[in-house]
């Protein structure tokens, strides 16, 4: 027998029902959660301090910054300019030295620009930035756009975060405005130096952060000229100094 319209109607009715529960069921889960709240964003938040963390080339930056106890690159609201020393620019000091001395955070601070996010073509040759330490770093482009700070290359630019920017720096940190006897003990070419003015009990006698250029002689000078220097008494080293 035939059947009529509405009785072939009710027989899908069911299924349709199910069907539009389905879909409702669907709409309210995905719209909020239980108590009525949007659901969480997915969006991940890359952080200056993140990348630095995360990178090969910048581990000892990393280790340093735990050291100092340094967050303020893990800030979501502000913009930062990061001048980043890579592991092969620490190779030039004496990174035990540095991790073990209250400059540290100081010397990190040098490194970066708060405020404002970076970019290479937002740098310009003669160009004076003010650094989280309260110090000036000088940009220096040269005719084909190579971009250093301080003298020191970048060397892998535009490291982009959602809270700033960083530039790799490959040559040698920033040590900024130290004191000498900073310098001395974190720069890896002056360690027989330091030897030698901690040997003679002269440390307190080396000049403070307004020396000007010190012309220092490297650890083959010093161990080359060992034999005079132990002929000197501690005035002649002092004032070979």
Same mark, same amino acid.
């Given at each position: 027998?035939?059947?009529?319209?509405?009785?072939?109607?009710?027989?899908?009715?069911?299924?349709?029902?199910?069907?539009?529960?389905?879909?409702?069921?669907?709409?309210?889960?995905?719209?909020?959660?239980?108590?009525?709240?949007?659901?969480?964003?997915?969006?991940?938040?890359?952080?200056?301090?993140?990348?630095?963390?995360?990178?090969?080339?910048?581990?000892?930056?990393?280790?340093?910054?735990?050291?100092?106890?340094?967050?303020?690159?893990?800030?979501?609201?502000?913009?930062?300019?990061?001048?980043?020393?890579?592991?092969?620019?620490?190779?030039?000091?004496?990174?035990?030295?540095?991790?073990?001395?209250?400059?540290?955070?100081?010397?990190?601070?040098?490194?970066?620009?708060?405020?404002?996010?970076?970019?290479?073509? /937002?740098?310009? /040759?003669?160009?004076?930035?003010?650094?989280?330490?309260?110090?000036?770093?000088?940009?220096?482009?040269?005719?084909?756009?190579?971009?250093?700070?301080?003298?020191?290359?970048?060397?892998?630019? /535009?490291?982009?975060?959602?809270?700033?920017?960083?530039?790799?720096?490959?040559?040698?940190?920033?040590?900024?405005?130290?004191?000498?006897?900073?310098?001395?003990?974190?720069?890896?070419?002056?360690?027989?130096?330091?030897?030698?003015?901690?040997?003679?009990?002269?440390?307190?006698?080396?000049?403070?952060?307004?020396?000007?250029?010190?012309?220092?002689?490297?650890?083959?000078?010093?161990?080359?000229?060992?034999?005079?220097?132990?002929?000197?008494? /501690?005035?002649?080293?002092?004032?070979?100094?």
């Amino acid at each position: 027998m035939m059947r009529t319209y509405p009785e072939r109607l009710f027989q899908f009715l069911p299924l349709f029902l199910l069907g539009l529960a389905l879909v409702l069921s669907g709409c309210d889960s995905s719209g909020s959660n239980d108590d009525g709240d949007p659901p969480p964003s997915d969006d991940v938040v890359v952080t200056i301090d993140s990348l630095v963390s995360e990178s090969d080339n910048f581990t000892t930056l990393n280790q340093a910054l735990e050291a100092a106890n340094v967050t303020a690159l893990d800030d979501e609201n502000t913009n930062y300019t990061v001048f980043a020393p890579t592991d092969d620019a620490f190779n030039a000091l004496n990174v035990d030295a540095l991790l073990g001395s209250d400059a540290l955070g100081s010397v990190l601070q040098y490194h970066v620009i708060e405020g404002d996010s970076l970019r290479s073509g /937002d740098l310009s /040759d003669g160009q004076t930035l003010t650094t989280l330490a309260g110090q000036d770093l000088t940009v220096e482009v040269d005719e084909s756009g190579n971009v250093s700070v301080e003298g020191s290359p970048v060397t892998d630019a /535009d490291i982009t975060a959602d809270n700033g920017v960083i530039h790799g720096i490959g040559d040698k940190p920033l040590l900024g405005n130290q004191e000498l006897t900073n310098v001395l003990q974190f720069v890896s070419e002056t360690q027989e130096l330091v030897s030698v003015i901690v040997a003679r009990g002269l440390a307190d006698g080396i000049g403070g952060s307004d020396v000007g250029t010190v012309f220092a002689p490297n650890n083959s000078a010093v161990s080359g000229n060992s034999e005079t220097i132990d002929t000197l008494s /501690d005035e002649e080293v002092q004032s070979v100094l």
